[in-house]
């Protein structure tokens, strides 16, 4: 698995004083450079929200040292940013005698391709189940684009025989795989009802007010037309249980404030554990929310939508429901017949 977000890699440097989060901002802004910050965070490897944190000094305190070495590492060879200069912004600085920072970026890079030789490993298993062997690999890896080569040889080999400086996308790129096996399940579902359906560049899902939340993919189609909707984003919830139901209500929270019926936009979870799913449609089945809201339950072993289950909208607004949510909710089949006395 990828390295967790370490807050102390560097372990020559020693916090010496309070983060200069405007020279921080700066230095990320020159090192992402003429790219986009969806194209910066790709080449990172991470989510948009800490560098849009950092860049709109939305930050409370310094950032975690594994977000400042991935910006080092795929900064614009032309803004002359280092790690050193990073570092110094965060309010570190070297202790005498500690390891510098270039020292332990070499390192990272060595603990980087023996993880991605075993991330190569699991992406390959990942495609041999999911994906057909004849299947074309641009339609498999929207995103990796040109980079699809290095997934390629994964399945080739099983593993990477020597580091790439593309390394870093297959260090997430189970998460890419597993989001096109989601997407193309919804796609094959609307197109075969006959609705127009495109891939959207832009993936806000809800807009906040200290940073936005990204859907996995979000589609433009007229499927929602009835709704007065135009854009259908998806959410895949990593969480089960009393904790999906805790990040539902986050989500809720976003929308309450910046309704995303507001930009045309429907939010959808989609869920593959049946139980969880159920639950979190009974505990949802009498809510009504003024936004466009729903779960969805993916089978995506066969690549189908199983149900859609879609809340009512306070406003008015009968909302479309494409996939039928089913009849009462046997909690027998989920939970056993209890035990009699």
């Not at 890699?9 to 802004?29: C, H, I, N, Q, W």
């Not at 000094?57 to 790690?83: C, Y």
């Not at 037309?225 to 986050?250: C, H, P, Q, V, Y």
């Amino acid at each position: 698995m990828p390295r967790t977000r370490k807050a102390d890699l560097f372990e020559g440097y020693v916090r010496s004083r309070e983060p200069d989060m405007k020279k921080m901002a700066e230095l990320t802004a020159r090192a992402k450079g003429n790219r986009s910050l969806v194209e910066f965070a790709d080449a990172c490897g991470l989510n948009m929200s800490p560098l849009a944190r950092i860049i709109k000094l939305k930050n409370t305190g310094p950032s975690v040292d594994d977000v400042l070495a991935r910006i080092a590492r795929n900064a614009d060879p032309e803004s002359g940013v280092t790690i050193e200069d990073l570092l110094e912004a965060s309010g570190k600085e070297r202790i005498e005698g500690g390891m510098s920072a270039q020292e332990t970026m070499e390192r990272l890079e060595e603990q980087d391709e023996h993880e991605v030789t075993t991330m190569a490993e699991v992406v390959s298993e990942r495609i041999r189940e999911y994906i057909p062997a004849d299947a074309e690999y641009s339609h498999i890896t929207p995103r990796v684009s040109a980079d699809s080569m290095v997934a390629k040889s994964a399945i080739e080999y099983g593993s990477i025989k020597k580091k790439t400086d593309r390394a870093k996308r297959l260090l997430s790129y189970q998460l890419y795989l597993e989001a096109s096996v989601y997407r193309q399940s919804v796609l094959d579902a609307l197109v075969a009802m006959n609705y127009q359906v495109s891939l959207e560049t832009d993936q806000t899902a809800i807009k906040g007010i200290e940073f936005d939340c990204y859907a996995d993919f979000k589609l433009k189609t007229n499927a929602l037309d009835a709704e007065g909707l135009d854009k259908w984003a998806f959410i895949k919830l990593k969480e089960t249980g009393n904790r999906a139901a805790g990040r539902i209500t986050s989500y809720f929270g976003m929308m309450f404030v910046n309704n995303p019926v507001k930009d045309g936009t429907r939010i959808t979870l989609i869920i593959e554990d049946k139980a969880t799913y159920d639950i979190l449609r009974n505990m949802l089945e009498d809510v009504e929310i003024p936004a466009s809201f729903s779960l969805m339950l993916l089978d995506t072993k066969d690549r189908k939508v199983v149900s859609e289950f879609v809340m009512d909208r306070s406003d008015g607004v009968e909302p479309v429901r494409l996939f039928n949510a089913g009849g009462p909710i046997d909690w027998e089949e989920i939970f056993g017949t209890p035990d009699e006395d």
